[in-house]
């Protein structure tokens, strides 16, 4: 091997070795997950449909170690969900007219839920998204609570990532207040306010 092979190697493995390796901007299916960050715009639009999972190369919610996991749907917005293609993870969050659904579409090796969303129905209709990308457990923008405050509010955590930071502690979240608004054409999910804070060590 030449010296400059040897240089070439050597190199190809100090950058290796220096590269972040803390969490991503983007999930393994390549969405952003900077819009925490950004001014906030209402990715959702009244009367459109439940969108539909996004393609995770990982093992399915329902794989033999995490199957226990997974429900049936057991109303009419989770069976709009299920029907769409997500597996139904988590209990619904319903409060008088709201109801949030969480769908996931992999696990990771732990069951923890890869390309997940969260849905929001007023009374039974689709009113949108409590992301405008699928999740990722342990991840940046990861939705990790999510309460219904009254009839008109929908609060949000999401956890916040520095590329230091351990995958199972990051070092700040934000909580999203969003809005309910009543359209000619159904409820549509409107982000209001978003608040960043750093964890308690």
Do not use: K
């Not at 390796?21 to 960050?37: E, I, K, M, Q, Y």
């Not at 999203?176 to 960043?196: A, D, I, M, N, S």
């Amino acid at each position: 091997m030449s010296h400059a092979s040897i240089a070439l190697a050597l190199l190809i493995v100090l950058a290796a070795c220096t590269a972040p390796s803390g969490p991503r901007a983007t999930g393994p299916h390549g969405d952003r997950r900077d819009w925490l960050d950004e001014p906030l715009v209402t990715w959702n639009a009244p009367d459109a449909a439940v969108p539909g999972p996004p393609q995770v190369l990982a093992d399915p919610p329902d794989t033999a170690r995490c199957a226990r996991l997974v429900r049936s749907p057991s109303s009419a917005e989770e069976r709009s969900v299920a029907e769409r293609g997500w597996s139904l993870i988590r209990e619904p969050e319903t409060r008088e007219r709201i109801t949030i659904v969480i769908g996931s579409t992999a696990v990771d090796g732990m069951c923890r839920p890869l390309g997940y969303q969260g849905f929001v129905f007023v009374e039974g209709r689709f009113a949108g998204t409590l992301s405008p990308v699928p999740m990722d457990a342990r991840s940046e923008g990861a939705q990790t609570q999510v309460s219904i405050e009254g009839p008109g509010e929908v609060r949000a955590t999401y956890a916040r990532y520095r590329q230091s930071d351990p995958l199972c502690c990051p070092s700040r979240t934000s909580v999203v207040t969003f809005g309910l608004e009543q359209e000619p054409r159904g409820p549509v999910l409107v982000p209001r306010e978003v608040v960043t804070t750093p964890r308690p060590p």
